[in-house]
Every structure is written in structure tokens, then in C-alpha cells.
Nanobody, 123 residues
Framework: QVQLMESGGGLVQAGGSLRLSCAAS????????MSWYRQRPGKQRELVAT???????NYADSVKGRFTISGENAKNTVYLQMTSLKPEGTGIYYC?????????????????WGQGTQVTVSS
């Protein structure tokens, strides 16, 4: 059906930058919403940034001014540019897409998740 593959996580010092990528593959017609979530140690998964067709991106207050979400529709890819990273930003980052796709017997819409990529920010 549809698979999401993330890349770009790693270890970075506080104040540094990372760029995450997430590419969707499969029998995709359209992608309505692209988002990034994160799960920090001991905390619930939270929305970091989201973008929808025809709308301005939205960000969690904790990342406004430092993170930028962008998409490349032709490649079914979403990016998260992270700057001025802080140690409290350490966690697993997941991409999420609302996808309209060609199923086995019908056109379907569903939400898909990437496998997660670890981001570690050292102090």
C-alpha cells in the first residue's frame, strides 16, 4: 500500500542543526496533510509541525522560529529543518501523512506513519 521512510536523524550538539526527510512510496494519488511528531523520553508523542494543501504550516510553540516544515509534492516527501536545537528536543521523530491511495479494490484514504528516527541533542 503506502510506506513512509525517514532519514536524517543523528547526534548533534546543542545549537546545531539537522534536517529530517520522509518519503512516501506506493500507489499514491494525493497527500493531504504532512506532519512531524516526536516522542521524548518519558513523554507522550506530540505534534511538532504540520502542513496541509492550501494552508500555512503550524508549529508547536516550543519549536516556533527554529523548525521549518516543507514538502516536495513531486517526490511525496516532507522535510523538517531543525535549527538551534536544544537538549530537550531529544527524542524519536516520526513523520505522518494523510494519503489517498489506490488500494487492492478501491481508492482509500488513510493515515500512515514512518518508523521513526532518533534525534539526540547533547548539551
Amino acid at each position: 500500500q503506502v510506506q513512509l521512510m525517514e532519514s536524517g536523524g543523528g547526534l548533534v550538539q546543542a545549537g546545531g542543526s539537522l534536517r529530517l526527510s520522509c518519503a512516501a512510496s506506493g500507489r499514491i494519488f494525493t497527500i493531504n496533510t504532512m506532519s512531524w511528531y516526536r516522542q521524548r523520553p518519558g513523554k507522550q508523542r506530540e505534534l511538532v509541525a504540520t502542513m496541509s494543501s492550501g494552508s500555512s504550516p503550524n508549529y508547536a510553540d516550543s519549536v516556533k522560529g527554529r523548525f521549518t516544515i516543507s514538502g516536495e509534492n513531486a517526490k511525496n516527501t516532507v522535510y523538517l529543518q531543525m535549527t538551534s536545537l536544544k537538549p530537550e528536543g531529544t527524542g524519536i521523530y516520526y513523520c505522518n501523512m494523510n494519503v489517498k491511495y489506490n488500494g487492492d479494490s478501491a481508492i482509500n484514504r488513510n493515515i500512515f506513519w514512518g518508523q521513526g528516527t532518533q534525534v539526540t541533542v547533547s548539551s
